[in-house]
């Protein structure tokens, strides 16, 4: 999904976070790690990165949470040292090591290098990359794609499309046994959505920039997807006008008629990640019920 950098903002009327109080998406997975048996340890010694987490409601924290549950172990950004205090406790109950907690602004010079510097220091490999993360200046993605700055839309593009191209090159010599790399896409890349505006084209651009990744690596074992959710509430969905609309549409017309929960993404692309999905590669995978067959 579109706007800023990791996907939601902090939820400030949860209260403080303890690792005592889980919110339904932890207990979720906690539950699941308990009750499911084989598939539950599919990611079992695998090492992940997720790169976009900003609070608990974040698509990339369900990730996280479901790649932890198949028994994968997670290192994990955070973009500021503000939106650290939102995470800290994500990252404590991940598991994740100090040492992999890393702050990571892709505007920033560096900062992505060292992320992944400091991977092969602690794990030596990597076998999963999640990307969610994407930018567009607000008084560009609420006009017109027509009326777009330049500067705007390059600045869309380096952050929610060029990025990924980055990561990935950064993660193909950690990948040495192959591996799996994910970015959040939306179905607005593919048709033209009502006020999703200059992030259509972006994330077609990204889209497009996965099934050349998937090519150009697959001969390494390394598989490459874009993940399509239908609308999510997250940080990244408040930047679109009337997003409400957009999920009253989507659990009205979807055939599920139900919005899809970042639990059902987590599942989804963990699977995806997983040595059961070895042979799928490129492909564009909708989480939203079916909403995306529908005329």
């Known amino acids: 999904m579109p706007h800023n950098v990791p996907a939601s903002q902090p939820n400030i009327h ?25 598939p539950g340890g599919a990611l079992e010694g695998k090492k992940a990165l997720v790169i976009g987490i900003a609070n608990d409601q974040s698509i990339a924290y369900g990730c996280a949470l479901a790649f932890r549950a198949m028994g994968a172990s997670v290192a994990m950004t955070y973009v500021s040292e503000k939106s650290k205090q939102y995470t800290q406790a994500l990252a404590n109950h991940l598991g994740v090591d100090p ?3 890393l702050p990571c602004d892709v505007r ?99 889209e497009a920039s996965a099934r050349y990744l998937a090519a150009e690596l697959g001969p390494k074992g390394i598989r490459v997807h874009p993940i399509s959710p239908g609308p999510i509430r997250t940080r990244a969905a408040s930047g679109i006008d009337r997003f409400d609309e957009l999920m009253e549409i989507a659990a009205t017309r979807a055939p599920s008629r139900m919005l899809v929960s970042i639990e059902d993404v987590g599942l989804a692309t963990a699977f995806l990640a997983s040595d059961y999905a070895r042979l799928i590669t490129g492909e564009t995978m909708h989480i939203d019920g079916g909403y995306h067959v529908i005329g």
């Open 108 to 206: 920033i010079p560096g900062q992505l290098e060292a992320v992944f510097e400091a991977i092969e220091k602690t794990w030596g490999q990597l076998d999963i990359g999640l990307h969610s993360i994407a930018f567009a200046p607000r008084e560009d993605l609420h006009g017109r794609v027509t009326d777009c700055s330049r500067d705007g839309f390059l600045m869309a593009m380096d952050i929610s499309c060029h990025s990924f191209i980055r990561m990935a090159k950064l993660a193909e010599p950690l990948m040495k046994d192959g591996g799996a790399l994910f970015t959040m896409s939306y179905y607005g890349a593919e048709k033209v959505v009502d006020r999703y505006n200059l992030m259509g084209p972006v994330k077609a651009a990204l």
């Open 99 to 101: 040492a992999l907690y």
């Open 14 to 38: 949860r209260g403080q976070q303890t690792m005592t109080q889980l919110n339904p998406t932890e207990e979720f997975f906690r539950d699941l790690a308990e009750k499911v048996k084989g």
